[in-house]
Nanobody
Framework: QVQLVESGGGLVQAGGSLRLSCAAASGRTCSPSAMGWLRQPAGKERGFVSAMSRSGGSTDYADSVKGRFTSSRDNVKNTVYLQMNSLKPEDTAVYYC??????????????????WGQGTQVTVSS
């Protein structure tokens, strides 16, 4: 069992930056897991933001965040990060990190991920 805990959300003005963190709280670590970030705006379905392979060597981003968001991982700290720059009001959502225990790369599909964090709210004001 992998327990994931997100942090770093908050309120920021448009154009600002936030860094989300996702740490493995107990049991297995994030280190051998493919990781993903997804987000759910209020009243909408959860959607793909970013995916990263087990090694961290492969990453992918939704078109809407390419060039602004960057995923990274620190396997010593068992933590993955989502650096979000040039934030826009449309980035407002609850952000979730997710881990895949069996896949090298989780990709864009929510069903590929086995473990989820509790979510952290990101609100971008105009």
């Amino acid at each position: 069992q992998v327990q994931l805990v997100e942090s770093g959300g908050g309120l920021v003005q448009a154009g600002g930056s936030l860094r989300l963190s996702c740490a493995a709280a107990s049991g297995r670590t994030c280190s051998p897991s493919a990781m993903g970030w997804l987000r759910q705006p209020a009243g909408k379905e959860r959607g793909f933001v970013s995916a990263m392979s087990r090694s961290g060597g492969s990453t992918d981003y939704a078109d809407s965040v390419k060039g602004r968001f960057t995923s990274s991982r620190d396997n010593v700290k068992n933590t993955v990060y989502l650096q979000m720059n040039s934030l826009k009001p449309e980035d407002t959502a609850v952000y979730y990190c997710a881990a895949s225990s069996s896949r090298y790369y989780g990709g864009t599909q929510e069903r590929n991920y086995d473990y989820w964090g509790q979510g952290t709210q990101v609100t971008v004001s105009s």
